[in-house]
């Protein structure tokens, strides 16, 4: 088994802390893992984006040119990395942020996603990135839900562990959300 995905987005939207709760969920798992993140140069409103790689195999690289999955928070990263997903591979995006009308590749299964509404919805918008990976581990099955949920405690900073409920609420909604995609 062998899965990669990008995750992209503004610097404040959750990519690198999503990127490491999947990281953590597949370390969980006895997976072999990789997690590389990359910021731009400014933080909060600048460009995020990690890479994380999960298999039961040794893994030969954390860098990933082409990936198989993309989960991709606003325009300007799916223009930069919707060419580069693999033929047949997964792309699941914001469409709060994201127009459908302009996602112009027809050869990989594109998901769109309402995150930012749903988030709202559920009382706190900050949660997009939660749904997006709750929909994402849905998707793929690369690990459990409860193996992601279990992990939350592991990569969200001491301060913030009481909001661990409304993440793990955020999570089933994106899990839902596939179950009753199409």
Known sequence: MYYDVIIAGFGGQGVILIGNLLAYAGMKKGYNVTFFPS??????????????????????SPIVGHPKSLIIMNKPSMDKFLPRVEKN????????LIDNSTVTRNDVELIA?????????SGNPRLANMIMIGAYIEKTKIVDEDTLKNSLENVISERNLKYIPDNIKAIDKGIEFIKNYK
């Open 39 to 60: 910021y731009g140069v400014e933080m909060r409103g600048g460009t995020a984006n990690c890479t994380v790689v999960i298999s039961d195999e040794e893994i030969g």
């Open 89 to 96: 591979g997964l792309v699941l995006y914001n469409s709060s």
């Open 113 to 121: 996603i309402p995150a930012n509404e749903m988030a709202i919805e």
